[in-house]
C-alpha cells in the first residue's frame, strides 16, 4: 500500500529548490537551490546534510562516472567536484544570448545529457533544449533539439527510450517527442496542458507514469504513458518543483519546493515552503544513469541549430 503522504526531512527554507538526482554510489540526494546558488546533498540513512556555495546560479547538476557532476550554472557546463567543492569551466552555452540561463537537466540511459535553457526573465521565447554526448576524444558535442522556449522544464525519457518529455512552464504545456536510437528528435505534440499552476520538472518512473512537479499548484501530477490523468499527490507547498526515485529500491521519492514569489500570507500558512520532502510508493521510479567520464583535461564543444 501506498504511503503517500509527504514529510519534510530537511526544512531548509530554499528560495528555489531544483533538480532532485539520485546518487546510488553514495545512498545520497543531491539539489539545487537556483536563486540561492547553492547545491545541497541529504544522506537518508544517516539524515546528514552537506551544503556548497556555486559561484553562479546552478539549474541542474547530475553524476558523472567517475563520481564527479556535471553542473548547469547560468552561463554554461561546469563539472563540480564535491571532495574538494570546486567548480571547472565546461563549455560555454548561448553567449549571444546574455539574457538566458540554463535551467533543468537529466542523463538517459545512454548517457545523453538533456538540458534546457530559458529567458531569465521568463517573458521571451529565447530558450532551447539541447542535447550533449561525450566524445571519442572526451570533448562535448551539444546540439540544439527544439527552440520557442519560454521556461523550460524536465526532460525525461520513457522506459522504452523511445518518447521524451519536456515542458513549456510558461505555456503550461507538457509535451512528447519521439527519440530515435541517435537522439534525434521528432513529432513534437502536446502530451497534456494544466490549467491550475505550470508544468515544472518531470520524472518517469518504472511503469512509464510521468511525475509532475506543479509550480504554484501545491501538488506533484501524475500521468499514464497514454495521457490519462491519475490522482495528483498533495504536498504542503505552494510551489512544487521536481521529485526524484531513489533508496535503496528507488520506491522513495523525494521532493523540492521554493519559496521565490510567495508573500508572507502564503509562507505563514506554509511554512515549510523551500523544505525538502518525502514519501514511498509502490512502483519503482528508473535507475539514475550518470555522464561519460572526459578523460582529457580541456574539453571543446560544438553548437548546431535544429535543422
Given at each position: ?245 531513489g533508496g535503496e529500491d528507488y ?34 521510479g528508473q535507475e539514475q544513469a ?10 571543446g564543444r560544438e553548437l548546431h541549430?535544429?535543422?
Amino acid at each position: 500500500m501506498d504511503t503517500m503522504t509527504p514529510q519534510c526531512i530537511w526544512d531548509l527554507k530554499a528560495q528555489l529548490g531544483e533538480g532532485p538526482v539520485w546518487v546510488a554510489a553514495e545512498q545520497a540526494l543531491y539539489f539545487v537551490d537556483i536563486v540561492g546558488s547553492a547545491i545541497h546533498r541529504y544522506v537518508p540513512a544517516i539524515q546528514a546534510t552537506t551544503s556548497w556555495q556555486a559561484p553562479r546560479r546552478p539549474g541542474f547538476l547530475v553524476p558523472v562516472a567517475d563520481g564527479t557532476f556535471m553542473c548547469g550554472l547560468q552561463d554554461g557546463l561546469h563539472a563540480f567536484d564535491p571532495v574538494i567543492g570546486r567548480f571547472s569551466a565546461q563549455a560555454v552555452v548561448e553567449p549571444d544570448k546574455p539574457g538566458n540561463r540554463i535551467n533543468d537537466g537529466y542523463v538517459d540511459p545512454r548517457g545523453r545529457l538533456w538540458f534546457g535553457t530559458m529567458d531569465d526573465g521568463e517573458a521571451s521565447p529565447s530558450g532551447a533544449l539541447y542535447c550533449v554526448t561525450r566524445e571519442g576524444d572526451g570533448t562535448l558535442r551539444i546540439v540544439r533539439q527544439d527552440e520557442g522556449y519560454v521556461v523550460t522544464n524536465g526532460p525525461a525519457l520513457s522506459p522504452d527510450g523511445r518518447t521524451l518529455y519536456h515542458n513549456d512552464s510558461h505555456r503550461q504545456s507538457i509535451y512528447a517527442f519521439d527519440v530515435s536510437g541517435d537522439g534525434a528528435l521528432a513529432n513534437r505534440r502536446v502530451f497534456a496542458r494544466l490549467s491550475e499552476g505550470y508544468p515544472d520538472g518531470v520524472v518517469v518512473d518504472s511503469a512509464g507514469c510521468l511525475w509532475v512537479g506543479v509550480w504554484g499548484g501545491g501538488r506533484i501530477e501524475r500521468f499514464a504513458p497514454d495521457g490519462q490523468r491519475l490522482a495528483p499527490v498533495m504536498v504542503p507547498a505552494r510551489n512544487v518543483t521536481k521529485v526524484a526515485f531513489g533508496g535503496e529500491d528507488y520506491r522513495t521519492v523525494f521532493v523540492t519546493t521554493a519559496r521565490k514569489g510567495l508573500d508572507a500570507d502564503v509562507l505563514a500558512a506554509q511554512p515549510l515552503t523551500g523544505g525538502l520532502f518525502t514519501f514511498r510508493v509502490d512502483v519503482p521510479g528508473q535507475e539514475q544513469a550518470t555522464f561519460p567520464a572526459s578523460g582529457v583535461r580541456e574539453l571543446g564543444r560544438e553548437l548546431h541549430s535544429p535543422a
